[in-house]
């Protein structure tokens, strides 16, 4: 028996079913709606019949492209009856270009995890701004809002001028702006934790050195990525600040001005992550990384509150770095620092730094955590020229999935998804290209796969 569900809101795949009585009039038919979202976690219209026990099958209707193997994958589907309802949500968000094939990827993994999961699919990136002038819908929120967590791959974003050229002839000219969808989930779900661990793999290749372990704790929703930016900057604006002595030669000049605004509450609770993540790992060490010698408001409170917080946790030693050293530090002695934390645009620049130490953007993953939502992704973005071609690391991918693992507090599936993403480094037989191999996306979220189920 196969019951394919078509609903307006999402549908689900459970080919292969067994023994479900027909909910509907008309016997053998095989349409049945759920209501996710809308309902939380009822089922509600499937009336006459056991609530299926699903592992990880829901779609909405914004299906993604899904290929053969994927929907081989789909047609295996594990079906129990019962009346449990999975015991997590989890919204996964393909986006543009190589997002959509290492999401795949992860969710190659994810089914051999047999997480007890309901995955649901929202739409967001570029082809929802081309289409809608919309890249993250209302909807997709809506959905991510009824899940536990999200993953996601990556999106495609071009400057102004393109964003208004590729926009649908009809919503032209109506005022719509391009934003990036993933700085909005940022500050919409007050992630302010991004947090972005470095870790050298033993037999990677690519590995600077290795020991090295470091993840940088970097604040998401404020500093110099605030957004409060001015172009033209409004007289009065310019006026007030002209009350500065140092601004006096800027004032009346044609210029742009971006805030980078750190208040006590943001740097206290990215420090407190911070250290306590530290704790929890049993690390020995906390840098804040600043610049309180040359910017010496904003740096000086983040340096400052960093030094309180630190009372909390007298076991961990806390050192002090101004960036640009620390830039230097990175290269010279990476051994030495286990956590690093600092403020958003620092944040971004140093990560991508201790990625490249490691692997870079193929072994680079991240988390948005706040207190209630967190959004794990790979830091790398939709690689154009390589969409299409299942060809990039999905490593990133599927360690950002390990994240998710631990953020839902199932720690043994991710310390041993770890293992199985060790033995298919150190193995060495199934490689992308960044790594020397010639493996592809799928071949090597399926050795990860297998490594998990031989465990
Ligand atoms: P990118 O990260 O997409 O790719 C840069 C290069 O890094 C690629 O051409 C490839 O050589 C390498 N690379 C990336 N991911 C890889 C992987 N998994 N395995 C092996 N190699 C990999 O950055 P790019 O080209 O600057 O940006 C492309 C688009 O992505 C832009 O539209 C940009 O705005 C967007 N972007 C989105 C991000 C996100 O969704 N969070 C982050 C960064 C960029
Ligand atoms: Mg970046």
């Known amino acids: 028996m196969s019951l394919e569900v078509l609903d307006a809101w999402c549908s689900l795949d459970i080919t292969g079913a067994s023994g479900a009585s027909d909910p509907g009039s008309n016997p053998g038919a095989s349409v049945f709606r759920i209501f996710t979202w809308k309902n939380k976690r009822s089922y509600a219209a499937f009336p006459r019949c056991a609530l299926p026990k699903v592992k990880g099958r829901v779609f909405n209707t914004g299906k993604p492209p899904v290929s053969e193997e994927r929907q081989h994958s789909l047609n295996r589907s594990p079906y129990q009856h019962g009346d449990t309802l999975p015991k997590y949500k989890i919204a996964v968000l393909p986006g543009d270009g190589v997002g959509k094939e290492v999401i795949e990827a992860a969710m190659i993994v994810l089914d051999e995890i047999a997480l ?199 076991e961990i030693e806390m050192w002090e770095t101004n960036i640009d050293a620390q830039a230097m530090w990175l290269v010279k002695n990476p051994e030495n620092y286990d956590v690093l934390v600092t403020s958003n645009l620092f944040g971004d620049i140093i990560s991508d730094l201790a990625s490249q130490l490691v692997g870079g953007l193929g072994f680079a993953a991240s988390g948005n955590i706040g207190d209630d939502y967190a959004v794990f992704e790979p830091v790398h973005g939709s690689a154009p020229k390589y969409a299409g071609q299942y060809k990039v690391n999905p490593i990133a991918t599927i360690r950002a999935t390990r994240m998710l693992l631990d953020y839902i507090g199932e720690h043994e599936k991710a310390d041993r998804l770890e293992r199985a993403i060790e033995m298919v480094v150190k193995d060495g037989k199934v490689r992308t290209y960044d790594m020397g191999g010639d493996a592809g996306t799928l071949d090597v979220a399926r050795e990860i796969a297998k490594k998990y189920s031989e465990q």
Not at 139 to 147: A, D, G, P, S
Not at 214 to 224: A, D, P, Q, Y
Not at 226 to 236: A, D, I
């Open 116 to 314: 007890d999961a309901e995955y649901l699919y929202g739409d967001i990136g570029w082809e929802f701004w081309k289409k809608e002038g919309n890249p993250l819908p209302e909807r997709t929120i809506e959905l991510m809002k009824e899940t536990d967590a999200a993953l996601f791959g990556a999106i495609t974003s071009k400057p102004k001028e393109e964003a208004q050229k590729e926009l649908a002839p009809e919503l032209r000219g109506k005022g719509l702006e391009y934003y990036s969808p993933i700085v909005k989930l940022r500050q919409l779900f007050d992630l302010y934790a991004n947090v972005r661990p470095a870790k050298a793999y033993p037999g990677n290749p690519l590995n600077y050195r290795d020991n090295i372990n470091i993840t940088v704790f970097r604040e998401n929703t404020e500093g110099l990525y605030s957004g409060v930016e001015y172009y033209p900057v409004p007289e009065e604006l310019d006026e007030l600040l002209s009350s500065h002595p140092r601004y006096a030669k800027f004032k009346g000049k044609d210029k742009a001005i971006s805030l980078r605004i750190i208040s006590e509450k943001g740097a206290e609770r990215i420090v407190r992550a911070a250290f306590d993540f530290a704790r929890k790992n049993g690390l020995k060490n906390v840098t804040v990384v600043e610049k309180p010698n040359v910017l010496r408001e904003t740096s000086g409170l983040f340096v400052r509150v960093a030094r309180k917080v630190h009372e909390d946790y007298p």
